[in-house]
């Protein structure tokens, strides 16, 4: 009777991909949890998170399925340029998510790089840990090829950490504004990226304030709503 999309880019596929008429399909976008905000820096569990999975002082966060998909190389290579140019203030990569499908080739691309060292795989984060991870990172990078929502980079912003996405799919409408857009398959313009926002304080704080205003946008509570009108 009816088909609800989480985002346009969603109801744009399924019009063009699938010939479903737009008129039976209603955008309700989904919500960011309220775990996901920004934690005093006193709070004691923010250490005990950062001791079990043995975190830098400093990192940059991806946090994702590691598969072809979530674009893990490109992230890679960026970081790569960002520490062989001196740009990297010190900042480690960490790639937490769960192994998905041809994770092989990814680590074995990866394994070629020079900053390979400064780089780690976590694995499997546990749910309740994610809000203090995030709140860890100084910098949250998720230039994914495709995603019909991507809860990430909102989860990211909603605790205060300057974000980097793709500038394709449903970002635009979703983190467009409080993030860094960029395109998925230019590593050296996700470099740059990287490369401004851990340079420039101001423009970190700035991103920091805005995503986090941008991100509450996004509540279950009106998505219950929207879905129940319908």
Request: net charge positive.
């Amino acid at each position: 009777d009816r088909v609800i999309a989480v985002s346009e880019s969603t109801k744009d596929d399924l019009v063009s991909r699938l010939r479903v008429s737009a008129r039976k399909v209603s955008v309700v976008p989904s919500g960011v949890s309220e775990r996901f905000v920004r934690i005093d820096r006193n709070d004691a569990r923010l250490s005990e998170v950062k001791s079990r999975y043995r975190l830098p002082y400093r990192f940059i966060l991806f946090l994702g399925t590691i598969e072809p998909r979530k674009n893990i190389a490109s992230i890679a290579k960026a970081f790569d340029a960002l520490v062989s140019s001196g740009n990297d203030k010190g900042f480690s990569l960490i790639f937490a998510g769960m192994r998905g499908w041809k994770w092989r080739e990814i680590r074995r691309e990866i394994r070629q790089l020079p900053s390979r060292p400064r780089m780690r795989f976590l694995g499997f984060v546990r749910d309740e840990d994610k809000p203090f991870l995030y709140n860890l990172s100084g910098l949250f990078v998720y230039p994914s090829l495709y995603e019909g929502f991507g809860f990430p980079p909102l989860e990211a912003m909603a605790c205060g950490v300057p974000a980097i996405a793709s500038h394709g799919s449903s970002f635009p409408e979703t983190v467009g504004g409080g993030a860094v857009l960029v395109d998925p398959l230019n590593p050296e313009e996700l470099f740059q990226a990287m490369k401004e926002i851990l340079n420039n304080p101001s423009l970190a704080d700035q991103l920091s304030k805005r995503g986090e205003r941008i991100a509450r946008r996004f509540n279950w509570n009106e998505t219950a709503k929207k879905t129940l009108r319908i």
